[in-house]
């Protein structure tokens, strides 16, 4: 039998070794390398919530709950963490996109820290979760050439962005009573997105470089409800709902003037300007058949609009998302094949975004597939691929991008605060 204080060294270790991995986490998560030219907006491009599961189901999860993975699409989920147990999940983001405009292509590959979260219970009614995520993106680079007012002479701007938002959270989920389950997310938001224009010119035998870098920071929470209820004796049926109040973040820009020879000539005072995170809601349903074939959808609404865009090209409107998946193991049995072991998932998603550019909104619309396949004891690896589509619905001088993402997960289920026992 342990002795209690080789007991207690134990858990501390293991929590200090977690805590070391967040932190590298959110620390990788700093150098993201994203390529989307409309992350110049606002600010960037909003990732899509959840995991390996919820990739693979176009992004549903409200409705979703399992014993052996994390789900922070909706924060009541976790109280289907089993009692006396833990899971550390993290995953590792590859996209490859290709842009294209009515006179230009391009190309982009990058790969990126996915997430890296934690989730156990504390008691009978109380599970939580705690883990670093990306919020958002900033890469873009746009080059025009204008004409020198007043002569034939060209100069030319180039305009880069890059930075991005991390996500630290802390989510926790109570059950008040049988199958009913209520949580809450709790979200640190800290980052920093630079945008720099410089200008170029023969005719001026120069260049003037202009740098914006805004500092990030805002604790925002997030709710969730879950009810779990039997249709027919192997048929489980689960309805969720999410919530998110508004949020506005304060901006810190500090502006940098740079000459010829990279010498300072402006770097004015901190200034101030803010932007809104919108106000959501979302539904969902699930139908989990003999622990063999599940089903979900959701259903997601952003207020957007609260926002007002300095480009008058460009709005920022509400937001609409559906998307459903579906998931099936040909097996329960442990006398089973490897193969029958496997689950297979499927998906979908259509996604209105925030954006509107010249009066067109950008939509994001693909397919999602995915498998969940055991490796060793206790270890699971996932695997997430989505094909998709992100533009305007009609023709028009717009970007539009066709991309391609790999999410590569591992799951690691273990158990805490058992003491082994000799005869």
Not at 204 to 233: A, E, R, W
Not at 406 to 423: E, S, V
Request: proline share 3%.
């Amino acid at each position: 039998m342990l002795l209690k204080s080789d007991k207690y060294m134990k858990i501390i270790f293991r929590i200090q070794f977690i805590s070391l991995l967040l932190f590298n986490g959110l620390v990788l998560h700093s150098q993201t390398n994203t390529s989307y030219p409309y992350s110049m907006y606002g600010i960037g491009d909003i990732k899509t919530p959840g995991f390996a599961q919820n990739r693979a189901f176009g992004g549903a999860g409200i409705a979703l709950s399992s014993n052996s993975t994390l789900n922070n699409v909706n924060p009541a989920s976790y109280n289907s963490i089993d009692s006396l147990s833990f899971i550390l999940e993290t995953g590792l983001d590859m996209r490859r996109s290709k842009y294209a405009s009515q006179t230009q292509k391009q190309t982009n590959t990058s790969m990126n820290f996915g997430y890296l979260a934690i989730g156990f219970r504390l008691t009978p009614w109380w599970a939580n979760s705690f883990g670093a995520t990306p919020y958002s993106g900033v890469g873009n680079e746009v080059n025009t050439t204008r004409v020198v007012e007043g002569s034939s002479d060209n100069y030319y701007v180039s305009n880069q962005g890059s930075g991005g938002v991390n996500q630290f959270y802390w989510g926790n989920s109570f059950k008040p009573f049988k199958r009913f389950f209520i949580g809450v997310n709790m979200s640190y938001l800290l980052g920093n997105i630079k945008q720099t224009q410089s200008l170029t010119s023969n005719f001026f035998n120069g260049s003037l470089v202009t740098q914006d870098q805004q500092t990030i920071h805002k604790i925002c929470f997030n709710y969730g409800v879950q009810y779990t209820f039997n249709i027919m004796p192997k048929l489980i049926t689960t309805i969720g709902g999410i919530y998110g109040n508004k949020n506005t973040i304060q901006l810190n820009t500090q502006t940098t003037v740079l000459g010829n020879l990279n010498d300072t000539l402006e770097n004015n005072t901190v200034s101030q300007g803010s932007f809104t995170l919108p106000q959501y809601y979302g539904v969902g349903i699930s139908f989990k058949l003999a622990d063999k074939l599940l089903v979900t959808s959701d259903y997601k609404f952003y207020q957007w609009s609260q926002n007002k865009s300095i480009r008058p090209e460009v709005q920022f409107v509400n937001s609409t998302n559906y998307c459903a998946g579906i998931e099936l193991l040909p097996s329960t049995s442990f006398r089973s094949s490897y193969i029958a072991k496997i689950k297979y998932r499927l998906g979908g998603y259509y996604n209105n975004t925030y954006l509107k550019i010249q009066g067109q909104q950008i939509r994001d619309v693909g397919l999602s597939a995915g498998l969940s396949v055991p490796l060793f004891n206790r270890i699971t690896m996932n695997l997430s691929y989505n094909l998709g589509r992100r533009g305007a619905v009609i023709k028009s001088g717009l970007i539009t991008e066709n991309y391609q993402s790999f999410l590569f997960d591992i799951t690691l289920f273990d158990f805490w605060f058992i003491k082994p026992k000799f005869n």
